[in-house]
């Protein structure tokens, strides 16, 4: 198995296509491409860059990938100007079975069983990576996005699949302002779309999620009023009031998502010394226009569920990014496995300009990779899709470390 990746920030779309092509297929010595991952800010035309990469790896090659804030390979790290990547795989034992759909807008469960029944499941199956569009209607400079949520989603691909098979992806977003996203389907360009491979052959995947969030101050409240993907209340208080009183201001309301509070759900025990990775965290979008309540990044929270407020921790968040991708390493060396190929999938706010940080994490991850000499593509992301506590599940502000490994 072989794998390179390339990178690219140029605003003629086509040319960083093909660019972005041309440089994986040398970096790793390809001769005859496999599989494509490719990854575009939304400033570039998503189908010139599509029909650039086309241009070096042909027609009928898989390409899988779509909208990202930013990129994040070996040597380039960058979610300004017009950043652009992608990883080109070359392999006799690798196998793939690429299937999309579309119509995420008209319900994420039907999607997810749609895109499992045409993907159909084998004994042998190592691994399901999930590429979706998060955006069902952008935002506005008033008002907060309305998301296609990953929770349903997922819990249509496990209905239908009916295997133990790890499911690892993303919610794809293209810039801060949640805007419009698109989604390279394999053979097309398309919207409001899922996209699936799954990876079977000779190898196994690892994986290892990058936490960063602290505790506010510990208070359970109890979401007493709930519709949707929006809180109106907790402990039978508009939560847009308690809000204002932890932040002292109201000034929140006017950030889309809210970068520095976010809600936490513990999975772990709710009297045991806290671990942040028994937490599930939910993005804010953002207040509603009324002021009547706010929206979260996922629906899975309902009527009756503990919650607990969290902050984004930036030194919490170096120190997991740094010990986990090391930790995920050395286990892998300890296996006596080879890694090939990794991919990091970014949550977007945990990038400098939005964390209040000197430094990016994802270059943590990036050192440790290096240091194995293993060929990375990374890309920022709305939502990461990763086992956690024994089942697959919806993130926020997360990163998610995806290793290829061999004997």
């Known amino acids: 198995m072989k794998v390179g990746t390339g990178y690219c920030n140029e605003k003629d779309a086509l040319s960083s296509g093909k660019r972005v092509a041309e440089n994986a297929i040398e970096n790793g010595s390809i001769h005859r491409p496999d599989f494509v991952f490719a990854f575009c800010n939304s400033r570039l035309d998503h189908d010139a860059f599509f029909k650039g990469v086309q241009s070096v790896v042909g027609n009928n090659m898989p390409i899988i990938g779509g ?74 400079d008033d008002t907060p996005p309305v998301l296609n949520a990953s929770s349903p989603l997922i819990e249509g691909i496990e209905q239908a699949l009916q295997s133990n098979v790890p499911i690892v992806g993303a919610g794809l977003v293209g810039n801060y302002a949640l805007g419009a996203t698109k989604q390279f389907c394999g053979s097309y360009v398309g919207s409001q779309s899922v996209v699936g491979v799954i990876f079977t052959g000779d190898f196994k995947p690892y994986f290892r999620i990058m936490h960063g969030c602290a505790l506010l101050n510990g208070v359970y409240h109890t979401i007493t009023k709930m519709e949707g993907s929006v809180i109106y209340e907790l402990d039978g208080k508009p939560i847009v009031e308690i809000i204002d009183e932890l932040y002292g ?19 772990g025990g709710r009297f045991d010394e806290p671990k ?132």
Do not use: C
């Open 67 to 140: 909208s990202a804030i930013g990129i994040i390979t070996n040597d380039d790290l960058s979610y300004e100007g017009y950043p652009a990547g992608a990883a080109v795989i070359q392999s006799d034992t690798l196998r793939h079975r690429v299937a999309a759909v579309g119509d995420l807008d008209k319900g994420e469960k039907p999607a997810g069983r749609k895109l499992a029944e045409k993907l159909s499941n084998e004994i042998e199956d190592k691994l399901l990576l999930v590429l979706y569009d998060s955006i069902r209607i952008p935002a506005t």
């Open 249 to 267: 201001t109201q000034d929140w309301r006017h950030e889309h998502p809210v970068r520095l509070l976010t809600i936490g759900k513990n999975y």
């Open 276 to 407: 942040e990775g028994n937490y599930v965290n939910r993005l804010i979008t953002g207040v509603l226009p009324n002021g009547e309540g706010i929206g979260v990044f996922e629906p899975d929270l309902e009527t009756g569920t503990e919650i607990q407020f969290m902050l984004r921790d930036a030194a919490r968040m170096m120190e997991s990014a740094k010990r986990n991708s090391a930790e995920l390493m050395e286990q892998i060396a300890a296996d006596g496995r080879k890694a090939l190929f990794a991919m990091y999938i970014d949550y977007a706010g945990r990038a400098a300009i939005r964390s209040n940080s000197p430094t990016e994490e994802a270059a943590q991850v990036q050192k440790v990779i290096n240091k194995y000499k293993t060929p990375l593509l990374g890309f920022y992301s709305g939502v990461e899709i990763a086992p956690l506590l024994e089942k697959s599940r919806g993130l926020d502000r997360t990163g998610v470390l995806i290793v290829f490994t061999k004997d």
